[in-house]
């Protein structure tokens, strides 16, 4: 019999008929909102659980503590409750109310810190709790497991799914988990893939795509494996979340929308080829903002 577990990955890749303007090139789009816990981060929250674990960093009466923007703070609610671990996720108060309740029902605590700190006040806290001791960070902007766990499942499961043919990876930059393990796996396979990630213009505030200060940069984040980073501003990637909802039924966060908007942009450069966006999670996490008009 399966498990939840067995469910993360294998998600739909889409065509985007209405919003790719040049039919020569196919615009795809991942749903990773189709995951257990409605977002891409599903995969890496297991691959760091899972990992602590299985080296033994992780044992009975610990605590996990992570700094989180919002979906990694729900699958790790969702993954650590299977495994039986207590947990507590620190967020900037400006978080959606969604995305709070949801990591309470998983039996998580949530803590939030000022909003004008943003992310980095949120690490500063986790950091300060975890030299307290008692308690163990995952540190998903550090821990190799977070793109393994994409090298594993979303490199390979693209591939697959375009057959090969794949010319253009555009993906949102967070942690980077998700671009650093497909990166290297699409990479292996075809040396002339195309790897794209997005970044917040200066003074945008798009949620699951940072700008990060340097003393702030992910540790995994390696430049070299990212062939372009483009710029998206907050109103670009808002009215393409938008026009996903309403023109391919694709309902997602303003971070895909960031990522659709480059690949639009790339389609207007090139003459044939398969560009694949990662789609992060669902739209209903943002309801209560103003996302949606």
């Known amino acids: 019999m399966a498990t939840l577990l067995d469910f993360i990955g294998n998600t739909p890749l889409v065509e985007l008929n209405r919003i790719s303007t040049n039919p020569k090139v196919k615009l795809l789009a991942k749903l990773e ?10 995969r890496a929250a297991y691959g760091m659980i899972k990992g602590a674990l299985d080296r033994g960093e992780l044992t009975k ?8 923007s919002g979906n990694t703070g ?30 309470e029902a998983f039996g998580a605590k949530v ?17 300060d ?12 902007f550090g821990n190799p497991d977070n793109y393994r766990a994409h090298y594993r499942s979303t490199g390979p499961e693209i591939w ?25 796996y699409l990479k292996e396979q075809n040396s002339q893939v195309q790897i794209v990630g997005t970044q917040p213009v200066e003074g945008s505030q798009i949620p699951g795509i940072r700008r990060w200060p340097q003393e702030y940069l992910p540790k995994i ?13 907050q109103e670009e990637a808002t009215a393409m979340t938008r026009r996903l909802a309403r023109e391919e039924g694709v309902f997602a966060g303003m971070s895909s929308g960031g990522a659709v908007h480059a690949a639009t942009k790339l389609i207007q450069e090139l003459d044939e080829g398969v560009i694949v966006c990662i789609i992060c999670d669902r739209g209903d996490r943002y ?7």
């Open 129 to 140: 709790k975890e030299a307290k001791g008692g308690y163990l960070v995952l540190n998903q």
């Open 111 to 127: 803590t939030l810190t000022p909003a004008e700190g943003s992310m980095e006040a949120a690490i500063d806290y986790v950091r």
């Open 33 to 42: 909102g189709n995951n257990p816990g409605g977002s891409v981060k599903d």
């Open 74 to 103: 729900i699958a790790l609610a969702m993954i650590a409750r299977l495994f039986g671990v207590e947990i507590e996720l620190v967020m900037p108060a400006s978080a959606t109310a969604e995305r709070v309740k949801t990591m």
């Open 221 to 233: 984040f390696e430049r070299e494996r990212v062939d372009r980073i483009m710029d998206v501003s």
């Open 287 to 293: 309801l209560s903002s103003n996302l949606f008009g």
């Open 160 to 184: 697959r799914d375009t057959q090969g043919t794949i010319t253009h990876f555009v993906s949102a930059m967070g942690t980077t988990g998700t671009i650093m393990g497909v990166s290297r």
């Open 61 to 68: 009466g610990m605590k996990l503590i992570e700094a989180t």
